[in-house]
């Protein structure tokens, strides 16, 4: 039987730290529906990462997700761990991290960056 793969646009070009310095920051993606779209449970992030407006390096951008049992609710950290992976910026990095995340209705993903400046960042998550 073939399962068909649903993604779900994460981030699309976000800007995540702080552009006004070098201070790194925390970007959460809108909420994404699971009910209808998990089945096997097979989750992965393909993600693009890179330094923001030429300010230098952006270091490293970590990735973990949040969950909630409705879709305006309180995200919180499962206490599984939620991490999903870390991409080190050279000039665009690209990727995909596959990862096993509890049983939720509502996801939102979490972008991180360090304090080596900000970065832009686009994910996609594919689920099966």
Do not use: Q
């Not at 779209?37 to 923001?52: A, E, K, M, P, Q």
């Not at 909630?68 to 939620?82: I, K, M």
């Amino acid at each position: 039987m073939a399962y068909k793969i649903s993604t779900r646009v994460a981030f699309a070009n976000t800007v995540v730290g702080t552009t006004a310095g070098t201070l790194g920051g925390t970007s959460l993606s809108d909420p994404i529906d699971l009910r209808d779209i998990s089945r096997i449970g097979n989750f992965s992030l393909s993600y693009l990462v890179t330094d923001w407006g030429g300010m230098g390096s952006a270091g490293t951008t970590a990735f973990s997700y949040r969950c909630s049992e409705s879709r305006d609710g309180t995200y919180l950290v499962p206490a599984a761990a939620g991490d999903i992976g870390t991409a080190t910026v050279v000039s665009g990095n690209t990727g995909i991290v596959s990862f096993s995340p509890v049983v939720t209705p509502f996801m939102k993903i979490c972008a991180i960056t360090g304090t080596s400046g900000p970065a832009t960042v686009s994910a996609v998550l594919n689920v099966r």
